[in-house]
């Protein structure tokens, strides 16, 4: 069982009533585009830098608006000790690029549908370099005749 | 992942050619200096609770006592 540890991200966590302009700043210094919103220690929603976009500012909300107003909820998560066959199960059914990685109830961090299919391509690569030196360079048994 | 206060938080760039991005840790929420951290960012000084992942680590700094 390969799990989905070594491939969370770090999750920066906000109050409520944080306003998206603070938020916006927010991820922009510290290089983090999805932001877990945490009333207290209960996770609550999650906001993309482009919901800052969609759901703010193409709707005309100032700087000033509440992060709660345009947070995704509820939260789609996935434990923190799952299988990446899980996460890729989760992906697919709520079909987001994002999910909260959660330890019980406790928000840990966030992994990307990206992350994931770079590590799932490695593997893949893994698994068909054996047939990609085999087309490159063909191993042939010299004992077998060949017929003229 | 363990942290004091005081200790340097770095998260690396996700992307090529992207910066680590580095934050002050002000505040240990979790049991046995474990996350969340509360930091403050270095970029403009906001304040956040941090849960780092694997694109994270800790430098540790020696803490006077007094």
């Known amino acids: 069982m390969q799990t989905i540890t070594r491939l969370h991200r770090t999750g920066v966590g906000v109050a409520p009533d944080r306003t998206i302009g603070d938020v916006a700043k927010l991820m922009s210094s510290s290089g983090i585009g999805t932001v877990a919103v945490l009333d207290g220690d209960t996770l609550v929603g999650i906001v993309t830098d482009r919901d800052l976009v969609r759901r703010g500012m193409a709707r005309g909300l100032g700087h000033d608006a509440r992060v709660d107003g345009v947070m995704s909820s509820p939260v789609y998560t996935v434990a923190a000790d799952a299988d990446i066959h899980d996460a890729v199960e989760a992906f697919g059914t709520h079909a987001v690029r994002r999910l909260a990685v959660v330890d019980g109830d406790r928000f840990v961090g966030i992994i990307s549908l990206d992350d994931l299919l770079v590590d799932l391509s490695e593997d893949l690569r893994r698994l068909t370099s054996p047939m990609a030196l085999e087309i490159d360079a063909p191993q042939r048994d010299s004992s077998v005749p060949v017929l003229r | ?66």
């Open chain 2, 1 to 66: 992942m363990r942290a004091s206060v005081g200790d340097r938080l770095v998260v690396r760039g996700h992307r090529v050619g992207e910066p680590e991005r580095d934050a002050q840790v002000l505040e240990v929420r979790g049991d046995d200096g474990g996350p969340p951290f509360l930091v403050r960012w270095s970029e403009d000084g906001h304040e956040s609770l941090v849960f780092p992942g694997s694109d994270a680590y800790v430098e540790h700094f020696e803490h006077q006592q007094n």
